[in-house]
């Protein structure tokens, strides 16, 4: 599947993917819908659920409750996407395997990216910029191990990594 250069404006939620395989979502622009959401109904601008080998790449996120979602995804490559002003995170990965993050930008959200139960990940040249909302990182990595983080670029965040139970990175 290829979804490219669709427009998303104005809707709680953006793209869903479930059970998907080889599927790449490019150069999209995703546009939530900005204070007239409750925070705990605002959705996600890409959910990805039960996925493998899934690119995502020159995306624009704003005003959703994240940016990315990833869920039991592997083999995932996301590439030179903006998050910006989300209610939560740029990017949220739970239980994911075999992920690249590569030159990314997650400015001013609540908090940039939390990685959690994920391993094996590449995460390189990413920009994490006044992300200064009440969960306060850049970068949270909660058990996550046998990764890479290179190059990555940390500015006016309240704190900028924030790593607990995570090994041999």
């Known amino acids: 599947v290829l979804i490219e250069r669709l427009t ?19 150069d999209c622009v995703l546009e939530g ?28 996120m704003t005003a959703y409750r994240d940016g990315i979602y990833l869920s039991f995804a592997e083999a995932a490559d996301i590439e030179r996407n903006l998050a910006w002003e989300l209610d939560r995170f740029g990017l ?22 939390a990685l959690m139960f994920s391993n094996r990940m590449v ?4 920009r994490f910029a006044e992300n200064l909302g009440s969960r306060t990182y850049g970068l949270l990595l909660k058990d996550c191990s046998d990764s890479e983080f290179r190059e990555n670029r940390f500015t ?14």
Request: no cysteine.
């Open 92 to 113: 949220h990965s739970m239980y994911s395997q075999k992920i690249t993050i590569r030159n990314n930008a997650f400015l001013r959200n609540t908090a940039g990216v």
């Open 33 to 60: 819908r900005r204070g007239r959401v409750p925070e705990e109904n605002h959705g996600k601008a890409l959910h990805v659920w039960y996925t493998k080998d899934t690119t995502l790449q020159g995306n624009r």
């Open 123 to 126: 995460m390189e040249g990413n």
């Open 8 to 26: 998303v404006r104005d809707t709680n939620h953006g793209i869903y993917l479930r059970n998907a395989l080889r599927t790449t979502i490019r």
């Open 156 to 169: 006016d965040n309240t704190i900028g990594l924030f790593v607990d139970g995570s090994n041999r990175n």
